[in-house]
């Protein structure tokens, strides 16, 4: 049984920056590709990142772009989520999650789509004050 376990959040002032971890138990990280997503008070998770499963293929919301970076460290079976330039309005939960793993889709394969994650982390409240 794969599990996710996030850490890292806290609370920082506007502009200053946290990394988000999600360690991957039951399962080898360079296996699945994998995303971050966010729940902000009162609205729908909602997407944030992905990695394919060979790492070269990155894609974000358009609100992070230049901001936040996904990477992965198959050493640690850790996946990375790093916010930069933190703003008010990044304040939420964050959710790692991975998809069904395995081989029969292309290791370049990305997805933004909720349903396509199989598991998901317990989340990571990231607090940003003005």
């Known amino acids: 049984q794969v599990q996710l376990v996030e850490s890292g959040g806290g609370s920082v002032q506007a502009g200053g920056s946290l990394r988000l971890s999600c360690a991957v138990s039951?399962?080898?990280?360079?296996?699945?590709?994998m995303g971050w997503f966010c729940q902000a008070p009162g609205k729908e998770r909602e997407f944030v990142a992905a990695?394919?499963?060979?790492?070269?293929?990155?894609i974000y919301v358009d609100s992070v772009k230049g901001r936040f970076a996904i990477s992965r460290d198959n050493a640690k079976n850790t996946l990375y989520l790093q916010l930069n330039s933190l703003k008010p309005e990044d304040t939420a939960v964050y959710y790692c999650?991975?998809?069904?793993?395995?081989?029969?889709?292309?290791?370049?394969?990305?997805?933004?789509?909720?349903?396509?994650?199989?598991?998901w982390g317990q989340g990571t409240q990231v607090t940003v004050s003005s």
């Open positions: 990695i394919s499963r060979n790492n070269l293929i990155t």
């Open positions: 999650a991975a998809d069904t793993g395995g081989y029969s889709r292309s290791s370049y394969y990305t997805t933004r789509g909720e349903s396509d994650y199989a598991y």
């Open positions: 039951g399962g080898i990280v360079g296996g699945y590709a």
